[in-house]
């Protein structure tokens, strides 16, 4: 992980001829929000992870933090501000609306773009979710403010009290800090699973301030005809998984991906691959770790014939213990795991799910 | 029906290398391609073309050498294709590309009215998925995003059913035209030029629109001036204080290695094997 | 469907002699398709690299303006190397220094990249991504090509065959017979990323100042073969090449990257190189069988030019300019063809060979044309004499108390019982013979 932005002048070279200096109208903007993403009855955890994230930006500001919620009639909108507040809310603003049951992008836009208008907050994230990427693009090109993407980091600058978004660049080879000086409010995406889950805290409550939306079914062009929902109900569950043996393209054939689901299989583990082995079918794309796959945190993560160059590094460097085998002695990955065996992937899995088996094994206790 | 598809030429992220030293970009040698996750836009629009008769124009904002990006799609089966370079766009981040973008679309349109815009879900390079959505905002069209299959277009009732994906399922939406479409990976795949298309594309005549030509006015909304989001600096990741813990298979037998391994796994974080075996238990 | 085109002119290849080839005659108003495998022009090329300026200069006079050109070339060292040490000739003129330049480094990528978009300004057509499978006859006139495409037989009065040392295509059309081992050599080089300064620093020169060094001896474990050390802007290319037949002779069955680490680990070496990050990595095979391997070069309604022709020089490692060469005469010759109404049949392209024999390009190689055999043949110049050279210089420089008098009979000695005195005569005889 990068250390924590440095102090941005205000007035940089190389910004000859643009504007960065806020207006007196602007920095009257104040507070963090956080969209709450929800679908069919359901938060999506990233929700309550940005909570988490906004928190520390609301704490270091002095301000405070929102969550946002629209939704439909039918649905448990006050139930999610409650856990919204739960998670570190200070408050949140609701839209109930018939026309806002199920997303659709018109609807959302003008209710999103409207409470920021009428309650101007300095700093809106939402999850890069394929809702999230949608909305922010089209509210922060109507609001005509900075959208920085896909963030793995969010800090506030102390010079400035602007929000410093740091996200890789140039294919995931380096990252960049990125701040939206001129302009409010300063808009973010960031994956799930990227921030860690906050801790709940029961006590903890807020109020709500509910809105309309304004906008009737007529009004609206795009119609949503149907959800059909993915027929493979026993979908990976990666990004949430507390061990995960992953694969890369060491491992030389797709054959030798059985000893990976092997050891997967005596610990417990999901399986997971880099993006090469993705790309050449050894593993199903949801199964992907990395910078464009998804990101993990698991408590164990075993990584076999993976050079761990930075693309796939970003989507598992949080993990609590890593493991990684590699017959390279200098591959980058021995720089940020916690274990090394330096040897030959196909040799090594195997003798590794043998020790599992035989240590574990005694312990599990079988249901009678 | 008149399609307009919007590409970016970038570097092959997957051949970039970083200086070691410096922490600077090597970008020697490194080509330039078409974005990947555009081709699944051309190939769509290509599709639709080929189904409802009609034109499909490129649009590129980039330097001149973008010209190659275009020519390529040309080789595909493009019709035609328009190249918006002005050194006023440097610097440009997603709000003012796409800024200039709807512009040069509004005057494509003049020409001849667009039915549909298309674009890639995002870039390799940016990997922001903004510019389609910025686009579409400004155009004031339906935007339709990530979307994986088109089942029903209708010309005369202008129409359009598309198949979108959303967390856990799919959406099926329906909309009026003109829209704009941002399209998901892996959903088409791209068609092999034939030799008479790839002697047009050597030959064709890309259009270059200046900043004036695409019809764009505000020259504070385009380039540096018009970009809110400022890089205020690039950073290779540091190192973690710790290298791992190393252990070869070289030196020692494997059983051994393996069994140490574990113990201290194990001896370092005892929770873990209890949780392990809790979820293996259950 | 459009009625199929003819060109005056179908270039298989985008490498230096189809890019000498295709601009020469595009610049002289010919109609010329370029047709190139890889991605784009340069993907599949390997080279050292080093351009001579005297070839390029026939072609684009103006070149200096705009290709991308790493350093010019001021000193040129030979190192005759032993397990530990080497016995090096350095030469380095300030001449070197006086513009315009005579060599210089250059990273083939680039450069192609330069090359091909000059083609490109001239006039002709370039297509990449395609494949030319296979020539297309009319009995025995070539009258075009067929790509891998839909659609893809493409005609014209000549097929200009630039298409590299593993040329398919003349062999499918029976123009010549299968590549031997014995006529071509393996080579692999990396490129090593190091700041400016300290290249310029470690090898003594200034700014845009370049050194290349040749290196030979026991570095090729015997095998006939030499590596080579050059200066690019901030980067080193470092390399070495072996015969094919040798590598596979070797009963050490040393693999070609096994032979370049080597190298890299070797005493004087490993310094010069330390620090260097490896940026790139690449193998390929250049033609070494000079003069006596050359295959037919022309026939009706085709020519071959470049390493599918066979024209290297492996004593001068020089390849680049004798692809140019022979990628401009080959275009003289058609733009001459055309200007004179001449039909495209073997005889009048029969002129190509002419305008190759009289120039450097097989003159060269006619000079050195037994020195592969000879090399070959006799192994001691690749193992014996680095050795006996070595440790003559060391005996000689080292001061220990033994008289000079004795040191030389001890170096004289040395040589004698190495290969015996008419052995020694016999091998200054045979190296003479094969280099006159």
Known sequence: MSEAAKPAPAKAAGRAGRNTELSEELKAYKGVWVFIEHDRGQVHTVSWELLGAGRALADKLGVTLHGVILGGPDEHLDTFAKEACVYGADHCYLMRDVVLKGYRNEPFTKGLTDLVNKYQPEIVLLGATTMGRDLAGSVATTLNTGLTADCTELNIDPATRALAATRPTFGGSLLCTIMTLAYRPQMATVRPRVMAMPRRDEARTGGVTEDTLGLIETDIVTKLLAFIPDANRNTVNLAYADVIVSGGKGLKHADNFKLVWDLARVLGAEVGGTRPVVQAGWVEAERQVGQTGKTVRPKLYIAAGISGAIQHRVGMEAADVIVAINTDANAPIFEFAHFGIVGNAMQVLPALTEAFRARLGKQIRKIA | MHIVVCIKQVPDSAQIRVHPVTNTIMRQGVPAIVNPYDLFALEEALRLKDQFGGRVTMLCMGPPQAEDALRKCISFGATDAILVTDRAFAGADTLATSYALAAAIRKINEEQAVDLVFTGKQTIDGDTAQVGPGIAKRLNWNLLTYVSRIPKVDLDGRRIQVERRAEGGVQLLDTTLPSLITMLEGTNEMRFAGMDDMLRAARFPVRRWSKDDAGISDVNKIGLKGSPTVVSKVFGPTARSQHADMMSVADTNLQDVTLNLLDKIFTQHPMLEEEIVERLSA | ?436
């Not at chain 3, 297309?136 to 040392?165: F, T």
């Open chain 3, 1 to 436: 469907m459009s009625m199929k085109e003819k060109f005056d002119a179908i270039v298989v290849g985008a490498g230096p002699s189809g890019n000498a080839a295709a601009y020469t005659m595009a610049k002289a108003g010919l109609k010329v398709l370029q047709i190139e495998r890889g991605e784009y022009p340069g993907s599949k090329n390997v080279q050292g690299a080093i351009l001579y300026s005297d070839a390029l200069e026939k072609i684009i006079p103006e070149f200096r303006d705009d290709a991308p050109l790493e350093r010019h070339i001021i000193e040129q060292r030979i190192w005759v190397m032993d397990d530990e040490s080497f016995v090096g000739t350095h030469y380095r003129s300030d001449n070197y220094n006086k513009p315009p330049y005579n060599r210089y480094t250059i990273i083939r990528a680039q450069f192609d990249k330069w090359f091909s978009s000059k083609v490109r300004e001239a006039g002709a057509l370039l297509i990449c991504e395609t494949t030319v499978e296979e020539l297309l006859l009319d009995r025995d006139r070539v009258i075009g090509v067929r790509c891998d495409r839909l659609g893809g037989e493409v005609y014209a009065d000549v097929v200009v065959l630039a298409d590299g040392v593993n040329s398919t295509l003349a062999r499918k059309a029976g123009f010549h017979g299968e590549l031997q081992p014995g006529n071509v050599a393996l080579a692999v080089k990396e490129i090593l990323f190091l700041p400016e300064e300290v290249i310029q620093s470690r090898f003594n020169i200034g700014e845009d100042e370049g050194v290349v060094i040749e290196l030979m001896g026991k570095v090729t474990e015997g095998m006939v073969g030499t590596g080579f050390l050059y200066t690019n802007k901030d980067s080193l290319t470092i390399g070495v090449g072996c015969m094919l037949s040798d590598f596979k002779a070797n009963p050490q069955r040393t693999k070609p990257y096994e032979l370049l680490e080597k190298l890299k680990k070797h005493p004087s070496i490993a310094p010069m190189i330390a620090g260097g990050e490896m940026k790139e990595y690449c193998a390929h095979l250049i033609p070494e069988g000079g003069f006596n391997a050359v295959p037919r070069l022309h026939g009706d309604g085709w020519l071959i030019v470049g390493d599918s022709g066979g024209f290297v020089n492996s004593v001068h490692r020089e390849g680049s300019n004798l692809a140019m060469t022979s990628g401009r005469l080959a275009a003289e010759t058609l733009i001459e063809m055309k200007a004179a109404g001449l039909p495209p049949e073997a005889r009048h392209l029969k002129a190509y060979k002419d305008k190759l024999d009289g120039s450097f390009v097989m003159k060269d190689l006619k000079k050195y044309r037994n020195l592969p055999d000879v090399l070959h043949g006799n192994p001691q110049f690749f193992t014996a004499y680095p050795e006996l050279v070595n440790r003559a210089a060391s005996t000689f420089f080292t001061v220990d108390g033994v008289d000079k008098r004795t040191k030389e009979k001890e170096i004289m000695g040395s040589f004698r019982s190495a290969r015996s005195l008419t052995g020694l005569v016999g091998d200054a005889f045979k190296l003479w013979r094969a280099s006159r």
